[in-house]
């Protein structure tokens, strides 16, 4: 056992141990931190030279949101930075919110990213790739979040992802900002703007990105008591520290609709001009090049999303 944790050290395979500036390299192992982990300590790092006042967060689908097109909305001097979480859901938010309001005398602005699925969730997640970090929960979380690493380091699964199998399309070119935590997929955009026949037939067989489950039926609410309450606390904290923020509901590939009652809630809770509903059956959901794969839109929706959650009101 010693000498397996030796080794995990040694090989630091998820960036804590180390120093480093590489917490990020989609072709490689390094794609297997913790984005909430990688997020937090580059935050720590260069808060004393930003003096971040400004976050986007959620889930992978927060990505393509830039800090620059943002900053055409709430102002050039702000200061902005993603704290995202892979599949993030309610709970997480609320908990990396509450982890910000406790670190920052001043939040101006927050965007937040959310789906159907996102609000329904209120489990706190497992993995090394999808747990929060113990910055953000509790200091004695350390041992539990390293023993979720240690035993992915240790699993087949956690190989294959080292070995980048199953992982071609990371293999086009990006670049990537840390201060702001923010990956530009630039090999993507140029050959989806060129070739997007090419792109997506790389994707086949992985993500099936032409065939959709969609279902004109009403899902059911999914924002019940617990879902309110966690809520209500983020809008607490929201009012409390007199930010401003929007709350984006993402135009999913899947083209499943937010319930009506799950966007009554949103808007008796956050308010009028808060709170946008994107998902269901609309412009960018009809079109398959707004979407990297079923999971990810491209950074052209984002850009049209912040114009019509800005300009609006």
Not at 106 to 113: P, V, Y
Request: proline share 4%.
């Amino acid at each position: 056992m010693i000498v397996l944790l030796l080794v995990y050290i040694i090989d630091d395979p998820f960036r804590m141990y180390w120093p480093g500036e590489d917490l990020y390299e989609p072709d490689a192992r390094k794609q297997c931190v913790n984005d909430a982990y990688r997020g937090t300590r580059w935050m720590n790092q260069y808060n004393d030279s930003m003096h971040y006042n400004s976050f986007i967060t959620g889930s992978s689908r927060s990505d393509f949101y830039y800090v620059e097109d943002w900053k055409q909305y709430i102002g050039e001097d702000a200061s902005c930075f993603h704290f995202n979480q892979s599949g993030d859901n309610l709970l997480g938010t609320l908990q990396r919110v509450q982890y910000l309001y406790s670190r920052y005398e001043k939040i101006d602005n927050i965007l937040f990213i959310m789906d159907g699925e996102y609000l329904e969730d209120m489990t706190p997640h497992k993995g090394h790739l999808f747990r929060q970090p113990w910055q953000v929960t509790k200091e004695w979380d350390f041992f539990a979040y390293n023993w979720e690493c240690i035993r992915a380091f240790y699993t087949i699964e956690y190989q294959r992802k080292f070995w980048g199998i199953d992982k071609e399309e990371k293999k086009l070119p990006y670049y990537y900002i840390p201060e702001y935590n923010e990956v530009h997929k630039a090999g993507a955009e140029e050959m989806l703007d060129t070739n997007p026949d090419a792109y997506y037939a790389t994707l086949q067989g992985v993500y099936r990105l032409y065939e959709r489950n969609y279902t004109d039926s009403v899902p059911i609410p999914v924002i019940k008591a617990e879902q309110r309450e966690a809520l209500e606390q983020l809008h607490e904290l929201l009012v409390n520290g007199n930010t401003d923020y929007r709350i984006v509901i993402s135009p999913l590939y899947n083209q499943i609709a937010l319930n009506p009652m799950d966007y009554a809630v949103l808007m008796d809770i956050f308010g009028e001009g808060k709170v946008f509903d994107f998902s269901g059956v609309n412009e960018f959901t009809n079109d398959i090049s707004n979407y990297y794969e079923t999971s990810h839109y491209r950074p052209k929706v984002c850009k049209q999303i912040l114009k019509q959650i800005y300009d609006t009101f």
